[in-house]
């Protein structure tokens, strides 16, 4: 806006405030606090030829110090996979990865479930509480995929949807984006579904770790029953397509991590938007290089450095609610052994070596004048405590066991 003429002022000192009050306006800029609230912070960046960074996340030019689990197959071979400590440290590791993959993807729009671990193992590490859990004891209650194949003795599969999964229908009502990533679970292995849905149908890219070496009833399994189950659900046709079918990524045989490499295949296909056909070429050449071992494990070094620096989005208050609930409960004091009565077992024990076997083929009556015969006597089992006595008496009582007659002494 030019500003009015006062008398005396020429057409130059007119245009030259004009120019002034032009210039102030573009150097008008907001303030730093809002401008730091209102841009977005780099995101972290893993790049295809192994090289790495933290983004605004990072504080130091030096990744974090600490220490994280990393999974080998020496530590699996050598535990016989009956180790809890181990597998809760590897569950431990997977819901992580889970937690920092969703949120690179909600950054991109894409749904994908978390899947919290056991609040605790407990149930595994004390063998006195099996006797009193009513289900499988190789079957996690709190899975680390949303739908697990299971094989019985006939070799029949069936599906079981994790109830803390994107796919419980209350879930996928409220799911906000169109495209979602499944994991699925095969005997001893885990494998991923990209699902993009369009207009007309559903495109679900389905991708297995082990490729030609993998299981291939299990894949064919999981296709119908995306056909079958996700179909309807979605009401769409399904079009099914297995990338890299021919491509075993853990083609080194020390390489346990397949969950690593499922989260290393999406990164690329939804992040960086890289196509399967490059991804495919890609892992097939660090396979021939072997490579493909230090690459899986710096990529999985790197994700538990963005844990810790807090690059991650936890599980909703309703999926840590099932896991509290899933969490085998410890048993009520009444239904595990109390200490006492070991103490009790071990008098009892004591008493009968001292007892004939035929002492307690009859039953006996209580007499009064026997109870004051006994009172002078001594006790043979001198070297038990008066109260490991006393319970163990009582344990011989309900035996129909009524008293031990002195009339012999």
């Not at 050598?78 to 690179?104: D, P, T, V």
């Not at 291939?216 to 769409?236: F, T």
């Amino acid at each position: 806006m030019i500003p009015k003429a006062k008398a005396g002022d020429t057409r130059m000192h007119i245009r030259q405030k004009h120019k002034e009050t032009k210039t102030k306006e573009k150097n008008l800029s907001p303030s730093c606090a809002r401008y730091a609230t209102a841009r977005y912070l780099e995101e972290p960046r893993f790049d295809i030829d192994g090289r790495s960074t933290y983004g605004d996340y990072g504080f130091t030019s030096k990744p974090p110090g600490n220490r994280h689990f990393i999974p080998r197959r020496a530590k699996l071979k050598a535990a016989g996979g009956r180790s809890i400590s181990l597998y809760e440290k590897w569950r431990l590791m997977q819901y992580q990865s889970n937690c920092i993959m969703k949120r690179f993807l909600e950054r991109h729009h894409i749904n994908v479930s978390v899947l919290p671990p056991c609040v605790n193992y407990d149930l595994w590490k004390y063998p006195k509480w099996k006797a009193v859990y009513d289900r499988p004891l190789d079957e996690d209650p709190c899975p680390d995929c949303d739908v697990r194949f299971t094989a019985d003795s006939n070799g029949k599969y069936k599906p079981k949807i994790a109830p803390a999964s994107i796919l419980i229908p209350a879930r996928w009502r409220k799911r906000v984006y169109l495209d979602t990533i499944i994991l699925i679970g095969l005997p001893q292995h885990i494998t991923v579904a990209y699902l993009k849905e369009a207009n007309s149908q559903v495109y679900v890219e389905y991708v297995d770790p082990a490729g030609p070496s993998g299981d291939k009833r299990g894949s064919d399994e999981v296709q119908m029953w995306m056909h079958s189950y996700l179909a309807p659900k979605i009401g769409k046709p399904i079009r099914f397509y297995q990338a890299a079918k021919g491509i075993n990524f853990q083609c080194d045989k020390n390489d346990v991590m397949c969950q690593t490499w499922i989260w290393y295949w999406i990164y690329f296909r939804c992040i960086r938007k890289i196509t399967a056909d490059v991804m495919a070429r890609h892992i097939y050449r660090l396979g021939c290089e072997r490579k493909s071992l230090e690459r899986v494990h710096r990529f999985n070094c790197w994700l538990a450095d963005l844990f810790k620096l807090g690059f991650y989005t936890h599980e909703s208050p309703s999926q840590t609610q099932v896991a509290e609930q899933n969490t085998p409960q410890r048993p009520h004091p009444t239904a595990r052994p109390d200490k006492k009565q070991s103490r009790v077992q071990v008098a009892i024990k004591k008493i009968l070596k001292k007892t004939s076997d035929t002492c307690f083929s009859k039953t006996y009556a209580i007499d009064s004048s026997d109870e004051d015969d006994d009172d002078g006597n001594e006790d043979d089992s001198s070297d038990l405590s008066q109260t490991d006595v006393t319970s163990a008496c009582d344990v011989i009582d309900e035996m129909s066991v009524t008293s031990v007659s002195s009339d012999d002494d």
